[in-house]
């Protein structure tokens, strides 16, 4: 047995039940399978996923069946730990070569894992074999997510037109993306901007200055905003919007605070009035601070544009997409903290808290546009981005932009970076 399983072992008798998942992660592909089974039996029984349970303890007894392997593999996706599936779907691959539901349920696994190029493997592994809906479509869009863009365009021209009408969007879907790709013209797999720009439709304003020769290549793990970087977003977006030729009539304001704040400083700042938001409304600049913090149900209406309205998002989570993705992001994080929040700061050694800021919405708006000039240089290592860049970008892509669906992709794409677990 491993160390690292034998650590999960020891957490989960000591009931610390994330402690032991993220030790399975570094346990699964070296221990053997019945023993991740036995450990995950006990997991799913100490939080009540029976079924994973019951799936778990048959593997245990039958490792080598390709049902039982199947059984647990799928149970673990459906429970939101994919890792856990990844070796055991292989093994049932290896053992049912010829069973498409298998093969689709391994490529689901890689895919919630974000591992695009192994799902392209399994995938173009057994080309000859492949149904056209869904497996051909799921080497395209695979392919896409991995950075494999002549591997895409050579899949899409071969998968004909669906009989089902269910898969219109998703071959809509790939069929944007790569015309995004086409324009933003990535130049490798650190293109953080053009990539994001194929693959979630969004036109990135700044790129972390920080880390980015560390893994980060330009997104943000955990970062403490600043009153001057929002001023900056915002100059930035104004940029876009005039390179574009877009000029909304009104800036709409949603309902959480920190949108709120934001909204009325983008409403000031252009010189536009405030209005409440209504997805229907035209012509119209929405204004996110982080739309994971807005109503979900209703940002879901604007999956399908009203015309002449642009979605702006100040700070995007980059390791869980908000429900829609918008058209310009500031940055992308997976923890940002407004300067308005609740924080914690060191003082002489100690850790302090420093509570949220209570002032009305108006207020902190005007220390936004008060804000002086922004200018973090970060660490040296980080490609320059003059603003210069920024505009050749949306000239280039601006035709094939705010064209179709606004649609959620759960997946950073081709371009790697650190990440908290």
């Known amino acids: 047995m491993s160390n690292a399983l034998q650590e999960a072992r020891k957490l989960l008798d000591e009931g610390d039940i994330p402690g032991t998942v993220r030790q399975l992660r570094s346990a699964v592909e070296q221990a053997e399978l019945h023993e991740i089974a036995e450990v995950v039996r006990k997991l799913s029984e100490a939080v009540g996923f029976d079924e994973l349970a019951a799936a778990a303890k048959k593997l245990t007894k ?20 994919s890792f856990l599936a990844v070796p055991a779907l292989r093994e049932a691959l290896r053992l049912a070569p010829d069973t498409p539901v298998v093969l689709t349920e391994l490529v689901s696994a890689l895919e919630d894992e974000h591992r695009h190029a192994e799902a392209v493997q399994v995938l173009a592994g057994r080309d000859t074999a492949l149904r056209p809906w869904p497996d051909r479509y799921l080497l395209v869009h695979n392919a896409l997510l991995a950075g494999d863009l002549v591997q895409a365009r050579a899949q899409l021209a071969r998968l004909p037109e669906p009989d089902d009408e269910l898969w219109q969007w998703p071959l809509g879907r790939v069929r944007r993306m ?36 560390a893994g980060m290549t330009g997104r943000w793990a955990y970062t403490q905003d600043s009153y001057d970087r929002i001023l900056h977003g915002l100059e930035r977006l104004g940029t876009v919007l005039r390179t574009a030729a877009l000029a909304p009539a009104s800036v709409s304001l949603l309902a959480d605070r920190s949108s709120r704040i934001l909204g009325t400083a983008a409403a000031r700042h252009f010189g536009l009035p405030a209005v409440e938001f209504d997805p229907a409304r035209t012509d119209t600049l929405v204004v996110a601070y982080d739309m994971n913090d807005s109503d979900q149900d209703l940002l879901s209406a604007l999956r399908e544009r009203a015309r002449g309205q642009v979605l702006f998002e100040h700070a995007t989570s980059w390791t869980d997409p908000p429900v829609v993705p918008a058209d310009v992001s500031t940055l992308l994080a997976q923890v940002n903290i407004a300067p308005w929040a609740e924080t914690l700061r060191v003082v002489e050694g100690e850790t302090e808290r420093v509570p949220a800021d209570e002032r009305p919405a108006d207020e902190l708006a005007a220390e936004i546009l008060a804000a002086g000039a922004y200018d973090d240089e970060g660490d040296g290592e980080a490609p320059a981005d003059p603003q210069e860049t920024l505009t050749a970008f949306v000239a280039a892509t601006a035709s094939v932009w705010r064209t179709g669906t606004r649609d959620r992709v759960d997946s950073p794409g081709p371009v790697p970076s650190s990440r908290f677990r």
């Open 178 to 213: 790569i015309e995004r790709a086409d324009a933003a013209a990535p130049r490798d797999l650190k293109d953080l901007r053009g990539w994001q720009f194929a693959v979630h439709g969004t036109c990135l304003l700044t790129l972390s200055p920080w880390g980015y020769a």
């Open 62 to 81: 039958r490792p080598r069946e390709a049902r039982a392997l199947f059984d647990f593999g799928y149970g673990c996706v459906e429970r939101g730990v």
